[in-house]
């Protein structure tokens, strides 16, 4: 993706669309703050497998941006969370929408009280939007892994239950009825073929999660 002109990127200060400020949840612990064109909708909370969001407030840009810092020293809400982090966690959501939206429900209330928000940006109410159902989240058999790499001559076989951001969730006899995770973005490059015949239904080299949220153990 060509960056020279990404507000995600901060190389740009001067765009005059509105923007919204959101706080998006991925799973237990795991909230952060960003920033997205009002234009857009949600297609940013999508793209980036957000599980449940609020918008926080709208306004100019750079009062966006001044917004997203607050949150970010006062209540220590980061703006990044890696999609190894996401991906890791989508095993342990809440069965509940209420139950996802907790975390962002505490630190919207908490952010609009803060000293310092800018004037010229209106807070929003707090209204949490779910997409474990947009994902498919409803009930896929838990993630286990995640395709660390694609190689040659290698083959990724499964059913698609779920796909959240990048990540498509499949399923594999070969893992005992356990989901994997492909990350779209490791296929940039590759030639796809389809796979004919009594092939393997994975060959590639895969990362096992650990049940606790962000930390993963050896290949195998």
């Known amino acids: 993706m060509d960056r020279a002109h990404s507000v995600a990127a901060d190389t740009v200060a001067d765009d005059p669309r509105p923007y919204h400020v959101y706080l998006a949840w991925f799973g237990p ?11 857009r909708g949600p297609a940013r909370l999508l793209e980036q497998g957000a599980v449940c969001f609020s918008w926080l407030g709208a306004g100019p840009l750079m009062a966006a941006r001044r917004a ?3 949150l970010r020293a006062a209540l220590r809400v980061p703006d990044r969370i890696p999609y190894a982090d996401k991906r890791a ?4 959501l809440p069965g509940t929408q209420d139950g ?7 630190l919207h209330a908490r952010a ?22 947009v994902f498919g989240l409803t009930g896929p058999p838990a993630a ?3 395709v660390r790499e694609l190689v040659a001559g290698g083959v990724v076989r499964g059913e698609l239950v779920a796909a959240a951001g990048p990540d498509l969730h499949l399923t594999s006899t070969a893992d005992g009825g356990e989901a994997v995770v492909l ?14 015949g009594s092939v393997p239904e994975l060959t ?8 606790e949220p962000g930390v993963q153990d050896g290949l195998f």
């Open 183 to 196: 990350d779209t973005r490791l296929m940039t490059g590759w030639e796809l073929l389809p796979a004919e």
């Open 89 to 92: 966690v989508r095993s342990e």
């Open 144 to 146: 286990g892994a995640a």
């Open 204 to 211: 590639v080299p895969v990362r096992r999660f650990r049940r």
């Open 68 to 70: 997203e810092e607050l």
């Open 112 to 133: 609009v009280a803060l000293e310092g928000w800018p004037e010229s940006l209106t807070p929003e109410p707090f209204r949490p939007v779910d997409h474990v159902r």
């Open 29 to 39: 612990g795991m909230v952060k703050v960003g920033i997205t064109a009002l234009e």
């Open 100 to 106: 996802r939206a907790a975390e962002i429900a505490a």
